[in-house]
């Protein structure tokens, strides 16, 4: 089973920048998503953004377009969301999750298959 292990949250001031990893094991020879998602206290659970293992193709949210950067070091098996400009509306715990075949756009929370424990972030005012 694939295992998902978050990192590199914190506490940033608006307009700031944070870099989360997320390290995975036990991925087996196949086209693998990995996507993030984040959650804040009261709100639905919401895509962030989300990257195939094979050829690298990528997906936004709007409200992180321009913003949020994913990419994929598969020598590692880990992939990274770098999180530019920072604003206190993307408070919230990030997960990374996992699931085989990658569906572009659409990228339901509840279509994966493994998850991490997730990492806080949070903005200042």
């Known amino acids: 089973e694939v295992q998902l292990q978050a990192s590199g949250g914190g506490l940033v001031q608006t307009g700031g920048s944070l870099r989360l990893s997320c390290a995975a094991s036990g991925f087996q020879l196949g086209d693998y998503a990995i996507a993030w998602f984040r959650q804040a206290p009261g709100k639905d659970r919401e895509g962030v953004s989300c990257?195939?293992?094979?050829?690298?193709?990528?997906v936004y949210a709007d409200s992180v377009k321009g913003r949020f950067t994913i990419s994929i070091d598969n020598a590692k098996d880990t992939v990274y969301l770098l999180m530019n400009s920072l604003k206190p509306e993307d408070t919230a715990v990030y997960y990374c999750a996992a699931k085989r075949g990658y569906s572009g756009s659409h990228f339901p929370a509840a279509a994966f298959e493994s998850w991490g424990q997730g990492t806080q972030v949070t903005v200042s005012s």
């Open positions: 990257i195939s293992r094979v050829d690298g193709d990528t």
